[in-house]
C-alpha cells in the first residue's frame, strides 16, 4: 500500500551511497587518531602499517599465498588501468561488459590502448553476457559486479582452472561482499571506499602467479608511466607488494582501511561480511516481491547484486513515461528522500535506466533499510501525487 502519511521511524544512518559506502557501525573520526600523520610512509611505522593492510586484505579475503597483494595510485580505476597497459597486448583479448564500468575499459582497450585483436561480449543493464561465448585460452577482462546494473556473475564456474589467457577482474563493488574466486582469477582490483566503508584514494592490485610471470616476460609495445609501472628491469618490484608505494600515500586513508579491516576482522571476516550483505539485500528483495511499483533491475534473481542492488519502476503509469519522464520521476523521488534525510544518493547511476540504487554492502545496518522501506513507498506515492497534479 502505498500512502500520503510520513513514516515514523527513520533509518539511523541514511547512507545508502554505492560509493563512498556508509563507514561501519560506531566510526567515528577518533579511529583516525593513531594514524602516522607527519611522517613519512617509507619510516618504520608508515612501512609497517601498509604491510599490514596488505597482510590483513590477505587474511580476511582468503587470498593464496602465492598471490601478490599491492597499494597503487588512483582507487579501482588506477589498479585496472596498471593491469591492462602493463598485461595486455601478449595475444588477444575478450572484453565483456554489462554496464558503464565495464563499457569503460571496453573504451580503453579499443580506443586507446587500440588493440587489434579485440571480441566484445556486451549485454544491456539488467543482463549479462552470454558467458559460454569467452575464449579463456585469451585474455579476458570483466567486472565481477556491475555496480550501475546490479548484475553480477553468480560464481567462477563459467571460467575454466586451465584457462591459458589472464583473467582481469574489477571486482571493486565485490570484494568483501561476495566470494571470489581466486583460483580462477589472475588480477583482482578494488578500492577502499565500497563494501568496507573506507576512504577513496587508493586502488588494490592482486596478481595470481601467472600474472606476474606474464609481467616478467611480456614487454608491451607502447610507453608506460611511472606511475603504472610494475616492473624494472623485466622483474617485478616486489617491494609494491611489500607496502613500498611506487608514490606517497594518504596514511590518514591508510589508517581508515586498518580500520575497516578489523572492524572486518572482529564481526567474522569474509563469512560475516557477506552474511551482512546478503540479508541486507534480502530485505529489499522482500519488499520488490511485494511492491507494484518497484522491481529488479536485474532479470536472473542468480545474478542479482548483494551491493548496488538496481531497482526500476514498474508502477504501470511511471514505466508508460520515457526515459526522460521517468528520470524526472525518480529525480524527485529520490529528493523528496534526500530532503527527510532518511535516504541519500540512492538515484540510479547517470548511465544507467531510470530507477533506485540502493548500497546493501556489509556496513549498511540491516535495521537501517528496514526503516528505509517505508519511506520509499512514501516517496512514490508523494512524487505521483505531484505528478497526477501537473496533469
Ligand atoms: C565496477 C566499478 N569499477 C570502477 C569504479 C571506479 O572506482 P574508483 O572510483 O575507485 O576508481 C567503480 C566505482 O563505482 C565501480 O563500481
Known amino acids: 500500500m502505498t500512502t500520503l502519511t510520513k513514516p515514523g521511524l527513520r533509518p539511523a544512518n541514511p547512507n545508502f551511497s554505492s560509493g563512498p559506502c556508509a563507514k561501519r557501525p560506531g566510526w567515528s573520526a577518533e579511529a583516525l587518531s593513531k594514524a602516522a600523520l607527519g611522517r613519512s610512509h617509507r619510516a618504520k611505522i608508515g612501512k609497517s602499517k601498509l604491510e599490514q593492510a596488505i597482510e590483513l586484505t590477505r587474511d580476511i579475503l582468503k587470498v593464496p599465498a602465492g598471490y601478490r597483494i599491492g597499494i597503487v595510485p588512483a582507487s579501482d580505476t588506477g589498479a585496472v588501468e596498471m593491469a591492462l597497459w602493463s598485461l595486455l597486448g601478449e595475444r588477444g583479448v575478450d572484453m565483456v561488459a554489462w554496464e558503464s564500468f565495464g563499457s569503460g575499459w571496453v573504451t580503453d582497450v579499443v580506443k586507446q590502448l587500440k588493440l587489434a585483436d ?30 550501475t546494473s546490479g548484475v553480477r556473475v553468480p560464481n567462477g564456474d563459467f571460467i575454466p582452472a586451465d584457462r591459458r589467457g589472464l ?26 571506499q565500497k563494501v568496507l566503508g573506507g576512504e577513496g584514494a587508493h586502488g588494490m592490485l592482486i596478481l595470481s602467479p601467472r600474472a ?46 586498518l580500520d575497516a579491516l578489523h572492524w572486518a576482522k572482529s564481526i567474522g571476516g569474509l563469512e560475516a ?3 551482512r550483505a546478503d540479508a541486507n539485500a534480502a530485505v529489499l528483495d522482500r519488499f520488490v516481491a511485494k511492491s507494484r511499483w518497484l522491481g529488479h533491475l536485474a532479470v536472473d534473481p542468480a545474478t542479482r547484486s548483494n551491493t548496488s542492488v538496481c531497482l526500476s519502476f514498474t508502477d504501470p503509469d511511471i514505466a508508460a513515461l520515457d526515459a ?17 534525510g532518511v535516504a541519500y544518493d540512492i538515484g540510479s547511476y547517470r548511465d544507467a535506466p531510470p530507477g533506485l540504487r540502493i548500497w546493501c554492502g ?8 528496514e526503516a528505509l522501506l517505508p519511506w520509499l513507498d512514501w516517496a512514490f506515492a508523494a512524487q505521483k501525487a505531484s505528478l497526477k497534479a501537473a496533469a
Request: net charge negative; proline share 4%.
Open 118 to 147: 579485440v571480441r566484445k561480449f556486451e549485454a544491456g543493464y539488467g543482463q549479462l553476457p552470454d558467458l559460454k561465448q569467452i575464449d579463456f585460452d585469451r585474455d579476458v577482462v570483466f567486472t565481477w559486479n556491475g555496480t
Open 167 to 192: 583473467t582481469i577482474c574489477d571486482a571493486t563493488s565485490a570484494a568483501f561482499a561476495q566470494r571470489l574466486d581466486f583460483d580462477k582469477l589472475d588480477v583482482v582490483t578494488f578500492s577502499w
Open 212 to 257: 606476474v610471470e606474464r609481467l616478467e616476460t611480456y614487454k608491451p609495445a607502447w610507453p608506460l608511466p611511472k606511475i603504472f609501472r610494475l616492473t624494472s628491469g623485466g622483474k617485478l618490484i616486489e617491494g609494491i607488494f611489500k607496502g613500498e608505494t611506487i608514490n606517497t600515500p594518504s596514511m590518514l586513508c591508510v589508517e581508515d582501511y
Open 273 to 275: 561480511l557477506i552474511a
Open 324 to 340: 526522460d519522464g521517468q528520470a524526472a520521476f525518480a529525480k524527485g523521488l529520490v529528493s523528496a528522500l534526500d530532503k527527510e
Open 362 to 369: 556489509a556496513t549498511v545496518e540491516t535495521a537501517d533499510l
